[in-house]
Nanobody, 122 residues
Framework: QVQLVESGGGLVQAGGSLRLSCTAS????????MGWFRRPPGKEREVVAA????????YYADSVKERFTISRDNAKITIYLQMNSLKPEDTAVYYC???????????????WGQGIQVTVSS
């Protein structure tokens, strides 16, 4: 069982930046793939970015490429999502997930954090 704790959300103006963090704990946490998903208001959950257990492979949704960067510190078993040039359409509840990296771009995760609100004002 892997536990995930997110931090770093909040309110920011369009064009601004935020950094989300997610720390994993539990058996198998150190090698597991991890990623970020989001659920915009009134919409389905979607994958944002994912990173392999080694940190060498990443995936980004087209909507966030060139603006968001996912990274991983395996010593701390923590992933980060650096979000730059934020847009109002990035407003969502962001969820950290852990699981098989291969399946994350397809929307699957085995373990989930509680979610954290990110609001981008225009």
């Amino acid at each position: 069982q892997v536990q995930l704790v997110e931090s770093g959300g909040g309110l920011v103006q369009a064009g601004g930046s935020l950094r989300l963090s997610c720390t994993a704990s539990g058996r198998g946490a150190r090698e597991i793939g991890m990623g970020w998903f989001r659920r915009p208001p009134g919409k389905e959950r979607e994958v944002v970015a994912a990173i392999s257990g080694s940190g060498t492979t990443t995936y980004y949704a087209d909507s966030v490429k060139e603006r968001f960067t996912i990274s991983r510190d395996n010593a701390k078993i923590t992933i980060y999502l650096q979000m730059n040039s934020l847009k109002p359409e990035d407003t969502a509840v962001y969820y950290c997930a852990a699981g098989t990296f291969y399946y994350m771009p397809r929307g699957y995760g085995d373990y989930w954090g509680q979610g954290i609100q990110v609001t981008v004002s225009s």
